[in-house]
């Protein structure tokens, strides 16, 4: 059509009028967010941040009369910091040279460090200024920023008079740091700094103590490879839904019946296109609003979902033992705050190895066989079945050099070195588990193979080893359960307790390890090995969700690396080296990208893993 055409072209017109930036000086964040993350952390920043991609945000800066009908930088990226990650732009291009929009990169970061809660205006300038005072090498940096920066930010002359004022205060303050501590308030707010960080991020809106249980879809999602837009932070508001006093059959039109049966929650597919319009819909939107009805169908019946019938659950070991919990923003430990409740498969019978597993464990059993009696030279003895080559050459060395020297420790003898290790292995079965890896395997059928190979490599080796997995519903059902305990031997009841494993419910990580560390400290071993199986992230029903279930697991992991036990991650989340390094450090864990090589990828690591 020619209006649609015209149309076109007048945009590009009019965009390229305004638009002076180039191409190809734009820096992108997965370019430089690993520089960057380093950065930060060296300088003092929080360990437990992630790097993350910010949301852009409308501001209503006074604009010239053409960007405003080419609608250009309506929206910006800067950089903020909260409880859970540092966000920076998606990507930089303000100044022509990219060598500047990738040390803005740099100065973001290590403006993090600095800031505190306070007055934007104020406290930007203040967390400025402490960071060149602390580095003064920076200094050479922000001054080739600042210059670049004012270049960008608009004319004086071009402002209406108390805006003018606004930006000659704003330059001084970039300038002079520290000295300013009144912004006048004008016409329009403020032109965007971008030196400093966001004025008015957009942070979640609060959530209540008990979020609604997650869909299996969207578990699984969260295990997926997520690209970078959609991990964006949006601003967040809750509203209540308001009461309807009239009846339902009063006021309405036939179509409103189809409306509001599309509202019921079914996993229907939708079209590519659907789905894309929607997301650009929520790029545009600073704010989403939510809701929750308190009254619907599924609220009302999910206490009966969260638990399964007594006849049908697993059986109870004990009543429960109390753990502690450490809330991260308190810098307190809550003690007796977490219920760890040991289980056991009340339907486990008595079975032998499944049979597709059969020719993979008699070849594994071959190859572990090899571990059962290790030999190794001891050297330096005063008798052997052969000459140790280096003392001798020592020897005649040392007599060459007229130094008197005993004919003593020349030879080496072999002996047998004993295994003395043992090891937890600790499996997560959450409710993702029973997502599928591809068209005849769930994560929990993975993960069920892998307890039958590990436990058949570990028989032919005589090493100690229990079996345990869990899951949990909130801090009082935390569920522990018992597969293989160290004291049992790994027979058909075991087998029997390994075919039974389920998908549980949530992942609270942290008391889930402290009970597995409790159980391995009772074992009189030289090494002692807690492997953690998981698929996610640390997560409950309740506030045991991001930042607090990870320092959470982080300080059970500190506590039982004092007990001299050695923790190791082995995990399917493709988004876990975003914070398994924080947690297990950085050869504390492995990533396996699939799935379904995740046995026998277990048992290689478990002869690399151990000294």
């Excluded at 494993?501 to 402290?514: S, V």
Aim: hydrophobic content about 40%; some cysteine; overall charge neutral.
């Amino acid at each position: 059509m020619p209006e649609l055409f015209v149309g076109k072209l007048w945009d590009r017109l009019i965009k390229r009028a305004v638009e002076h930036r180039v191409i190809n000086t734009q820096v992108l964040f997965e370019d430089i967010v690993k520089p960057a993350g380093i950065l930060f952390r060296a300088l003092g920043g929080d360990a437990g941040l992630a790097l993350k991609i910010s949301q852009s945000t409308h501001h209503q800066g006074e604009r010239s009369w053409l960007r405003r009908v080419a609608r250009s930088e309506e929206k910006i990226e800067l950089a903020w910091r909260d409880d859970e990650a540092l966000y920076l732009p998606s990507s930089i291009n303000l100044f022509p040279d990219a060598s500047l929009n990738r040390e803005l990169y740099f100065w973001l970061a290590a403006l993090a460090v600095e800031i505190r809660d306070g007055s934007w205006f104020i406290e930007n300038q203040q967390a400025t200024a402490r960071l060149l005072n602390k580095f003064p090498g920076l200094n050479a940096r922000y001054q080739r920023l600042l210059h670049a920066t004012l270049l960008c930010r608009p004319d004086i002359g071009s402002l209406s008079t108390d805006n003018a004022a606004q930006e000659e205060i704003l330059r001084q303050a970039l300038t002079m740091p520290g000295y300013k501590s009144l912004l006048p308030q004008a016409q329009y707010p403020w032109h965007p700094v971008h030196l400093w960080l966001h004025p008015s991020p957009p942070l979640s809106a609060n959530t209540p103590s008990a979020p609604p249980a997650r869909l299996k879809e969207f578990e699984q999602n969260e295990n997926s490879k997520l690209v970078a837009q959609d991990q964006r932070k949006h601003k967040a508001e809750r509203q209540d839904i308001q009461e309807r006093k009239d009846g339902f059959m009063m006021f309405f039109r036939a179509e409103s019946i189809l409306s509001w049966a599309e509202y019921i929650k079914v996993n229907r597919p939708t079209d590519d296109d659907e789905n894309e319009d929607a997301q650009r819909a929520a790029d545009q939107m600073d704010v989403i609003t939510v809701t929750r009805d308190g009254k619907s169908t599924a609220s009302r019946i999910r206490f009966d979902l969260d638990l399964p019938p007594e006849e049908s659950d697993d059986m109870p070991l004990e009543e429960g033992i109390l753990l502690p919990e450490w809330h991260y923003k308190k810098n307190q430990l809550l003690t007796d705050h977490c219920r760890v409740q040991s289980m056991v498969a009340i339907n486990a019978t008595p079975s032998a190895l499944p049979a597709h597993l059969t020719v993979t464990a008699q070849r594994i059993r071959r190859q572990f066989e090899t571990l059962v009696s290790v030999r190794a030279w001891q050297k330096k003895q005063d008798e052997g079945a052969e000459i140790d080559m280096d003392a001798y050459v020592q020897h005649k060395v040392e007599r060459q050099r007229g130094a008197f020297v005993a004919n003593n420790g020349l030879f080496k003898t072999l002996y047998a070195q004993e295994r003395n290790l043992s090891c937890l292995l600790l499996a997560d079965i959450s409710q993702s588990t029973d997502a599928y890896v591809n068209n005849n395997m769930r994560i929990i059928d993975v993960i069920r193979d892998s307890l039958f190979l590990f436990s058949e490599a570990l028989f032919v080796t005589a090493d100690q080893f229990g079996l345990y997995a869990f899951s949990s519903l909130r801090r009082d059902q935390v569920r522990f359960h018992v597969i293989k305990s160290f004291s049992e031997k790994y027979n058909d009841q075991v087998r029997g307790r390994i075919n039974a494993i389920k998908p549980g419910y949530y992942t609270r990580m942290g008391a889930a390890i402290r009970h597995a560390g409790s159980l391995l400290s009772k074992q009189v071993s030289h090494q002692r090995i807690l492997l953690l199986l998981t698929d996610g992230k640390p997560n409950d029903l309740d506030w045991y969700e991001g930042r607090y279930g990870i320092e959470d697991t982080r300080m059970a992991l500190n506590e039982v690396r004092a007990q001299g036990i050695r923790p190791f991650c082995v995990t399917i989340d493709e988004k876990a080296g975003s914070y398994l390094p924080y947690l297990f450090g950085a050869g504390g864990f492995i990533v396996i990208h699939d799935p379904s090589q995740l046995p026998h990828k277990l048992l290689s690591l478990y002869t690399k893993i151990i000294p």
